[in-house]
């Protein structure tokens, strides 16, 4: 970490020589080089401050896109524009860039053993896992017709995530598989699990186990966000569910409780003072989001339910399109958070 932060401020002294080079379609005016987004489009809402004080706010080397909330120093700039896949090739890029060498090999002590599926194992796959971007994870979610992955930090891949075989998984089942790993977090923000869905390696589908999808860590109250929390937000079950509703409300601040159970179980805190619930289709969904409803209620918020046309927002996203699925929601919505989050 101390040579990535000596390479962010050695390109932030350089700010300018960066953006000419990773993102020429852009143009400088005062103290910030402009250009439309991070892959270096003609436009205006990215903006990256070219000089400015080494560290906090107001550093030489931040940069925002106004457009979608991504922010960052020119490390992540440099990891969003060539899409990398590792700290370790962003940091090997910064280098090349700089005329920097390659530093010697380092050798490292194993770190301890940590008890299977506890938080701390879960923060170990979430650090060993990388960006979704041009992965299979990307493919398998587009598949399902959830394209628009803006802003969704919650999701990560491993290419090779190991799986324990069930009883009823036949005796060759392989030992791993790629798998979409997702960030279970608590109100604070601290990474508490993650959700497993493996992957079939040769399709875009899930891979062909007894249990395709597997959560570990401390689940109870805590969920996968999308966005940050705020007065106004959706609840639900599962990530495609809830990535389903974000292809028609990309603004709106989301979670996903994983399952029934823990959707009925969310953690309610301020500044929430109207909750959508995004109820599947059977009893146990019914269930569940009756039950968040109530406690909502209790606790002084507003709650509404969201109901799908199918099974779920996924099964309406891939069966019935972006439009219908839109049009069903917004009515569903109090009148200001539709022309605010659908427009």
Known sequence: MRDASDLAQRLARNAEGVCRHYLPQGRRQGRYWLVGDVEGSPG?????????????????????????????????LITANQRLASLADTLEEARRF????????????????????????????????????????????????????????SLQFHPS????????DPPDTPDAFPAL??????DAGTLTGVHRTWLNPHCSGKASVA???????????????????????IAGEGIETM???REIMPTMPMIAALSAAHLSALHLTP??????????????????????????????????????????????????????????????????DAELFIG
């Open 44 to 76: 205006r809402s990215l903006f990256v401050r070219l000089t400015g004080t080494d560290t906090g706010k107001g550093a030489a080397g931040k940069w925002t896109d106004a457009a979608t909330g991504e922010h960052g120093d020119l490390l992540d």
């Open 98 to 153: 700089l005329s920097l060498p390659s530093p010697e090999p380092k050798t490292f002590e194993r770190l301890p053993s940590v008890p299977t599926g506890s938080p701390d194992a879960a923060r170990r796959l979430w650090a060993m896992s990388q960006p979704i971007h041009g992965t299979l994870a990307e493919a398998y979610l587009r598949n399902r017709c959830i394209t628009d992955l803006r802003e969704c930090g």
């Open 161 to 168: 995530c190991w799986y324990r075989a069930d009883t009823e």
């Open 181 to 186: 790993i997702t960030a279970v977090r608590s």
């Open 211 to 233: 249990t395709p999808r597997r959560a570990m860590g401390n689940l109870l109250g805590n969920g996968v966000p999308f966005g940050r929390p705020d007065a106004v937000m």
């Open 243 to 245: 990535l389903s509703l």
């Open 271 to 336: 500044p929430l003072r109207r909750l959508y619930i995004a109820r599947d289709d059977d009893p146990a969904g019914h269930h569940a989001a009756d039950t968040l409803a109530n406690r909502a209620t209790e606790a002084g918020i507003e709650p509404l339910m969201l109901t799908a046309s199918l099974g779920d927002f996924n099964d309406d996203l891939q069966r019935l399109g972006r439009d219908e699925i839109r049009a069903a929601v917004r009515v569903q919505l109090a009148s200001e």
